[in-house]
């Protein structure tokens, strides 16, 4: 039962060769899909091409789904899946930075290496200022640990919040996904671009 | 449009790369994530140059506990490596290998590689703040439905949907 290397079916090492290949996977997947394109991820923010929002909800529902049925056959345990901690002010800051950084450099770290990996100088150019970041963030850590450690949480869940099961909740996710979908493709229609 | 440049069926695309999370979540009991990546390689480089600092620094103290065997040798890196492989292959099956500065033809590729490097240092930074970027907090975070995940996918998403407009000419 899942997951495997929790339950030490598969030993460490194992883990850090499949980590290699779902990393191929993810790499191809982002590539084909055409994230390795600066201007094809920010045409998400003027309605030229709506592609990062239909990837990244189908992909999200995906996985969702995925899990709650591998649950519902005893495939995967999921109180052992890893659910990101919640810490409210540095989501919400940490997210606007992230944002501005996103219109700014038109990518986002994992497209950037999609982009660089098939010769795009500028995902290159944003790597290198992505470890800037990094470095800036770690070496100044003591000006911003208390917004960092700020309204701690500790790990909610959506449906948790809602007081729904996970099951309605993933269906009112996919309910609003096929929502935005129709309103992406209306939005590519009404703002074409061919050439980019 | 041209044979080679021609991409995966968005919905196609989105469902196979579910299946790629999902099996991250099968076998390691995790997500996909990337900016972890970048944070081990900064604290490996760090640890390198300057050892007596690095076991100094409160960040670099704090997320060391999270790495056993040194930073190197965690998940993250491996996936990433990973990512650059397979983003070539894809590119190489595809024709679309090829070194270029990717703009808008109203900028210059100066002005573009000056955001990306702008761009680049805001996202590296807000991915420390907001403990994960759009790999590994919004698209993981949303799989796992973490609140904090939806949190930072609508904040991201929010802010550059509401500064589109003054950053136009970059890219339409």
Not at chain 1, 38 to 57: C, E, H, I, P, Q
Not at chain 1, 92 to 103: A, E, K, L, Q, S
Not at chain 1, 135 to 157: H, Q, V
Request: with cysteine; glycine share 14%.
């Amino acid at each position: 039962m899942g997951p495997l290397v929790v339950n030490e079916i598969i030993s460490p090492m194992t883990n850090l060769m499949l980590a290699f290949l779902i990393g191929i996977g993810f790499g191809f997947v982002l590539e084909s899909s055409g994230f390795s394109s600066s201007r094809k991820l920010a045409g998400m923010f003027y309605g030229y091409d709506t592609t990062v929002l239909k990837v990244f909800f189908t992909a999200a529902i995906t996985a969702m789904l995925g899990m709650l049925f591998f649950s519902l056959f005893g495939w995967l345990d999921l109180s052992m899946i890893y659910i990101n901690p919640t810490f409210m002010s540095s989501a919400i800051v940490g997210g606007i930075v992230m944002g501005v950084g996103f219109i700014m450099g038109g990518f986002c770290p994992g497209t950037a290496f999609c982009g660089a990996a098939i010769g795009k100088i500028d995902a290159l150019v944003f790597i290198g200022g992505l470890f800037l970041g990094v470095l800036l963030f770690t070496e100044a850590y003591p000006l911003w640990e208390k917004l960092y450690k700020a309204n701690n949480m500790g790990s909610p869940t959506m449906n948790e919040v809602l007081g729904v099961s996970r099951g309605l909740f993933a269906l009112g996710l996919i309910l609003i996904a096929l929502a935005m979908f129709w309103v992406a493709e209306w939005a590519e229609k009404k703002f074409p671009r061919e050439e980019y | 449009m041209d044979r080679s440049k021609k991409y995966w069926n968005p919905y196609l695309g989105g469902v196979l790369l579910g299946l790629v999370l999902l099996a991250a979540f099968f076998f390691s009991g995790r997500g996909l994530g990337a900016s972890g990546a970048i944070k081990s390689v900064t604290s490996a480089a760090v640890e390198t140059i300057a050892p007596g600092y690095a076991a100094n620094a409160q960040y670099y103290v704090e997320s060391k506990g999270s790495h056993e065997g040194g930073p190197l040798k965690n998940w993250l890196v491996f996936e990433m490596l990973g990512v650059l492989v397979g983003g070539f292959l894809s590119g190489a099956i595809s024709g679309r290998l090829k070194f270029k500065v990717e703009h808008s033809p109203k900028i210059t590729s100066r002005r573009r590689l000056i955001f990306a490097l702008m761009g680049g240092v805001l996202f590296g930074f807000g991915s420390q703040l907001g403990r994960g970027c759009t790999s590994g907090s919004a698209l993981t975070g949303m799989a796992v439905m973490s609140v904090g995940g939806f949190v930072t996918m609508a904040f991201i998403f929010g802010t550059a949907f509401a500064l589109a407009y003054f950053f136009r000419k970059n890219w339409i």
